[in-house]
């Protein structure tokens, strides 16, 4: 019976810059054939059927075979796993042991050997298109982040903040700041200050309005609405606001009469809104 020491090996090429295509699907494997007084064989070339099992002894193929004609020289001899069969089909996730037969000898060499964990960076050529990742520094397209789709997640892109992007309970009121606002008369007001009420104005058509309890910091914007005017005015009243304080305003109500001229005069009642800062 023969027998062999030998080193595994991946041939990884010279160029780091290799490119995925081009990753080998072979194992180098070096060894030396003696006998069994430790004696090399005569050189010459050998029939040589190397198997892969799941298990040091016992009967575990993984499935993949392949003889191959060693030639050897003093002994020692190189081939290529996987150049007869391809080793395509195996996932390497699993410890495999490699069985070695030489042609002539009425069993395996014994013990099998354990692949090392080069081998098994033949695997690595998969991450590039991996089905799952415990860990990836960038990911140009994942069906799922953590457990969530991928989708739940805010993306750097414009209006990418939308109730289809959050998921439900992920920003609750202690992580955020909301500033109230309102848009009035064209105008955005965030931390609005409301003051609202009715007045009539004097029988010369003039109003001074003081708002009751409230100050604002400026000058704050107004809208009214006339809702009771003199019947014998000719036309439709009119109020406006002349001057705004940050504490009131100035308004004068007015018709036009027949000939088309503003009359100031009232009494007339209006209701009113102010809002500001």
Avoid at 93 to 117: F, T, W
Avoid at 151 to 158: C, G, M, P, S, V
């Amino acid at each position: 019976m023969k027998k062999i020491a030998g080193v595994l090996a991946v041939l990884l090429g010279l160029s780091a810059q290799i490119a995925l295509a081009d990753i080998p699907g072979t194992i180098n494997y070096q060894g030396r054939l003696t006998d069994t007084a430790g004696n090399p064989v005569a050189n010459g070339t050998y029939g040589v059927t190397f198997a892969l099992h799941y298990t040091a002894e016992g009967n575990s193929p993984t499935g993949w075979s392949e003889v191959q004609n060693v030639e050897t020289k003093g002994g020692y001899f190189i081939i290529a796993l996987g150049s007869q069969n391809s080793l395509s089909g195996l996932g390497f996730n699993y410890p495999y042991y490699l069985e070695i037969h030489v042609a002539g000898d009425a069993q395996s060499m014994s013990p099998r050997q354990l692949l090392s964990s080069v081998p098994y960076a033949m695997r690595a050529r998969e991450a590039t298109h991996a089905t799952a990742a415990d860990s990836a520094t960038t990911a140009n397209n994942a069906s799922n982040l953590g457990g969530f789709a991928a989708n739940t997640f805010i993306r750097n892109i414009a209006n990418s903040v939308s109730n289809t992007n959050l998921q439900s309970g992920s920003v609750t009121q202690d992580k955020a700041q909301f500033a109230p606002a309102v848009s009035f008369n064209g105008a955005l007001i965030s931390y609005p200050k409301i003051a609202a009420g009715y007045i009539d104005t004097n029988e010369s058509g003039e109003a001074n309005v003081a708002f009751s309890g409230i100050t604002f910091s400026q000058p704050p914007v107004i809208s009214c609405v006339i809702y009771h005017t003199n019947p014998a005015y000719i036309n439709p009243s009119v109020v406006t606001i002349e001057s705004v304080y940050s504490t009131g305003f100035y308004a004068r109500s007015w018709y036009q009469n027949g000939s088309g001229t503003h009359v100031q005069t009232g009494p007339l009642r209006f209701s009113y809104i102010a809002i500001g800062q």
